[in-house]
């Protein structure tokens, strides 16, 4: 039986502004990425966020940001290897504090937005990253798609988990097509449900130009803020069951 992992991003709403839909799609997943303030959430939010989780026994992990509220992190950004320390070392942090009032530890870090996709081939940005999730706890998954971020992670010794997306378009090189181009976003449930169980039954993406591209796939990602989203994820469970995949954090449920 194959098994997978199916993460969302969550907690991205802030103070009276509501995004996502994080209550319709929990039942649905079994990880978690919990904004931690810098692109979305606040710490309301977050405690909520991890509680809820809880309640459905969906594990939980920070998911940081460029300090980008206003571009919900999908800007370019240039800061030190420091900055980009300290700030992934305090996202972290202050979700953990949620995590341990709700006694539901932290099962990985997940970067964001840019901050994920610059990490791929900037080394400064991707060894800032490692460098907390180590200082943190080494022993935290580190989830993201590959590149050097990948590289940097199996090299200090932290456990990886690749991902693929259920809902974005890839390009030939492997990277996702950028959310400006039409098609980048997928929103046919279908074209999903078809493309999210040959990539974990092949471990490859298709690129939109038609390359078959082989990738160790661990995770699949359904986009919270995506129209339709907690449909795409109660379809997709039900699918992948009905396909005799099963679903399963990437960490085992002790709580």
Known sequence: MLTIDINCDMGESFG???MGYD?????YISSANVACGFHAGDPRVMRKTVQLAKEHQVRVGA???????VGFGRRNMVLSYEEIRSDVLYQIGALSAFATEAKWPLQHVKP?????NMAMTNPAYAEAIVDAIAAFNPELIVISYGGLLMEAAQAKGLPVAYEVYADRAYQADGQLVPRSVPGAVIHDV??????VMHMIT???IVA???EHLPRKIDTVCVHGDTPGADEIAMRLSSFLK???VRIAPLSPVDG
């Open 16 to 18: 009276a502004y509501t």
């Open 23 to 27: 209550a319709r799609i929990m039942p």
């Open 63 to 69: 998911h940081p940001s460029f300090p980008d509220l």
């Open 112 to 116: 964001h937005g840019q901050l994920n």
């Open 190 to 195: 279908h074209q999903v449900l078809e493309r």
């Open 202 to 204: 092949h471990q490859e």
């Open 208 to 210: 939109i130009t038609g």
């Open 242 to 244: 009905s396909q005799n």
